[in-house]
T-cell receptor, first 115, second 115 residues
Framework: AQKITQTQPGMFVQEKEAVTLDCTYD???????LFWYKQPSSGEMIFLIY??????QNATEGRYSLNFQKARKSANLVISASQLGDSAMYFC????????????FGTGTRLLVSP | GAGVSQSPSNKVTEKGKDVELRCDPI?????LYWYRQSLGQGLEFLIY????????KSGLPSDRFSAERTGGSVSTLTIQRTQQEDSAVYLC?????????????FGPGTRLTVL
């Protein structure tokens, strides 16, 4: 079974600063994918970034980067230069490549960006 | 192009009634997923369709829940004899169905309220 743990229910950051959202995972699979999604108050789930377990380099997408530490089973999201529009819920999720492709989600972290 | 669409956006029903929720995936996406998001349970996988393969129904919480996907495209999630604990946002997602970098694109969700 797979499990995602997000230990930060809420995080605060000032505009233009960087913030790290924590995510640890547990799986017995050798091949898997890790995802981060953003959910603003409107409710839509927006894909941010993906990391495959076999990728040696950390994924980056614009202001988002994923700090992947396989041995520690962590996949933290780093948002650089925070913007007011980054205020939202952030979910870490994973899928296994060995079977069906369902996403297993963590409980989420609510990020608040202040001016 | 058009994203994943869901209808209705909101549904209020009385306990014991049946409801049908509809999902139109992105054209060309072979994989379709249903998830449920509620305050108490977070984001839960319900069911997954991939092409013509038998669906993965492992996440359906009871036999009151069923889903079908017609012609490899539109999907309907049916909840029979609704209960108050069924109140949640039901999210549909679709993907290309590959085994790697399998980003799932989410619809806006259907908010179900059972009175």
């Amino acid at each position: 079974a797979q499990k995602i743990t997000q230990t930060q229910p809420g995080m605060f950051v000032q505009e233009k600063e960087a913030v790290t959202l924590d995510c640890t995972y547990d799986t017995s699979d050798q091949s898997y994918g890790l995802f981060w999604y953003k959910q603003p108050s409107s409710g839509e789930m927006i894909f941010l970034i993906y990391q495959g377990s076999y990728d040696e380099q950390n994924a980056t997408e614009g202001r988002y980067s994923l700090n992947f530490q396989k041995a520690r089973k962590s996949a933290n999201l780093v948002i650089s230069a925070s913007q007011l529009g980054d205020s939202a819920m952030y979910f870490c999720a994973m899928t296994s490549f060995s079977g069906f492709q369902k996403l297993v989600f963590g409980t989420g972290t609510r990020l608040l960006v202040s001016p | 192009g058009a994203g994943v669409s869901q209808s209705p956006s909101n549904k209020v029903t009385e306990k014991g009634k049946d409801v049908e929720l509809r999902c139109d995936p992105i054209s060309g996406h072979t994989a379709l997923y249903w998830y449920r998001q509620s305050l108490g349970q977070g984001l839960e996988f319900l069911i997954y369709f991939q092409g013509n393969s038998a669906p993965d129904k492992s996440g359906l919480p009871s036999d009151r829940f069923s889903a079908e996907r017609t012609g490899g495209s539109v999907s309907t999630l049916t909840i029979q004899r609704t209960q108050q604990e069924d109140s949640a946002v039901y999210l549909c997602a679709s993907s290309l169905g590959g085994f790697t970098d399998n980003e799932q694109f989410f619809g806006p969700g259907t908010r179900l309220t059972v009175l």
